[in-house]
């Protein structure tokens, strides 16, 4: 069954630091999307992603995050200067199609982002 | 905006007996879909069940059955002859189809601990 990909699991890094996340969607899909879940908290919405461009960024997505599909198969988020509030869990996401009611996101595995 | 709310911190349910997690969601859309996910403990997000606010039938899937009265704004999440394996955290989500785009918005959570 395909599925979505996530690397790192885990990355630990310097506060200041800059990261990149790395999520390989199911190939078929078209729309992605980055959530991210601090410790013990609900999962939040940050970016959603579609033709190559970002679709929607809630108010967490600030000039520190930025999103990209370098390839047919790789979608990224980079987090420049990282802080100690960035560490949480963060969750790709993928979908077929826009717009179709009942379509599932699909969830990987996530990457947990420790910030010392 | 969109809101989900999850009341249930935590329960406790007996193995092979059934649970309710209760969810209330607020939307301005006329057009959504709810959503519940599942979160075992290595922390990847499961998709479980979904329903549509146009559906007339309340959406059911093996054991998870999800009890949608629209009018009191509720999706509460049935779990049936409950498993060891069902202990997790559990994710109202919902999604518009107007103004709000495609992400999803979460709940705070219903942990669920499962006793032999």
């Known amino acids: 069954e395909p599925e979505v990909t996530q690397t790192p699991s885990h990355q630990v890094t310097q506060m200041g630091q800059e990261v990149i996340l790395r999520c390989v969607p199911i190939s078929n899909h078209l729309y992605f999307y980055w959530y991210r879940q601090i410790l013990g908290q609900k999962v939040e919405f940050l970016v959603s992603f579609y033709n190559n461009e970002i679709s929607e960024k809630s108010e967490i997505f600030d000039d520190q995050f930025s999103v990209e599909r370098p390839d047919g198969s790789n979608f990224t988020l980079k987090i420049r200067s990282t802080k100690l509030e960035d560490s949480a869990m963060y969750f790709c996401?993928?979908?077929?199609?826009?717009?179709?009611?009942?379509?599932?996101?699909?969830f990987g595995p996530g990457t947990r982002l420790t910030v010392t | 905006a969109q809101k989900i709310t999850q009341t249930q911190p935590g329960m406790f349910v007996q193995e092979k007996e059934a649970v309710t997690l209760d969810c209330t969601y607020d939307?301005?859309?006329?057009?959504?879909?709810l959503f519940w996910y599942k979160q075992p403990s290595s922390g990847e997000m499961i998709f479980l069940i979904y329903q549509g606010s146009y559906d007339e039938q309340n959406a059911t899937e093996g054991r998870y059955s999800l009890n949608f009265q629209k009018a009191r704004k509720s999706a509460n999440l049935v779990i049936s002859a409950s498993q060891l394996g069902d202990s997790a955290m559990y994710f109202c989500?919902?999604?518009?189809?107007?103004?709000?785009?495609?992400?999803?918005?979460f709940g705070g959570g219903t942990r669920v601990l499962v006793k032999p």
């Open positions: 989500a919902m999604r518009g189809f107007e103004a709000a785009g495609n992400k999803l918005t």
């Open positions: 996401a993928s979908s077929v199609k826009p717009g179709q009611p009942n379509y599932e996101q699909y």
């Open positions: 939307t301005s859309d006329q057009s959504y879909g």
